[in-house]
């Protein structure tokens, strides 16, 4: 029963590359600023096979999908207006015919929410990603530097 807890553990929480971390940072986002499955079914069930496919830190996405989504609501008003200036505007032509393609138009980009949201998730995602990748690969690169036996490192790894 211990290793079958072992394993889920590991599997929940396995160690991530810098690219890694930037690829759950833009999938959380994502999932957390999509308004529902109700307005874009294809997005929340697109996003949760990436993620299991790809074997992602599930902890940690799940950690970036409740902080997108409590992001979500102050940033609701800004993803409308992106959306309405995506819908609207230059890109008018590529976001109609997602909308009218049969099964891409499950993606929800025919609302402006869904739209402006999807963009402005994967611009902060990014922005997030490389944040967490950079302290990530500062973090590494100072244990590297502290000795195994030194009491420093006695005093992190306990």
Do not use: C
Request: proline share 4%.
């Amino acid at each position: 029963m211990k290793t079958i807890y072992n394993k889920l553990m590991g599997l929940i929480f396995s160690p991530s590359t810098p690219a890694q971390l930037l690829l759950v940072s833009v999938l959380g986002f994502i999932l957390g600023f999509i308004p529902g499955f109700a307005y874009a079914p294809l997005l929340f069930v697109l996003t949760i096979l990436l993620v299991l496919i790809l074997r992602v830190n599930i902890g940690l996405f799940v950690l970036i999908a409740f902080l997108a989504k409590a992001l979500s609501f102050p940033l609701e008003f800004v993803s409308f207006t992106l959306g309405r200036w995506l819908l609207d505007g230059f890109t008018q032509p590529v976001f109609k015919a997602a909308a009218n393609t049969p099964v891409l138009a499950y993606a929800g980009f025919d609302y402006y929410l869904v739209a402006g949201a999807f963009v402005l998730s994967i611009v902060l995602g990014i922005a997030f990603g490389v944040f967490i990748a950079k302290s990530y690969k500062k973090f590494v690169d100072k244990m590297v530097g502290v000795e195994a036996g030194s009491e420093l490192y006695q005093k992190l790894t306990s």
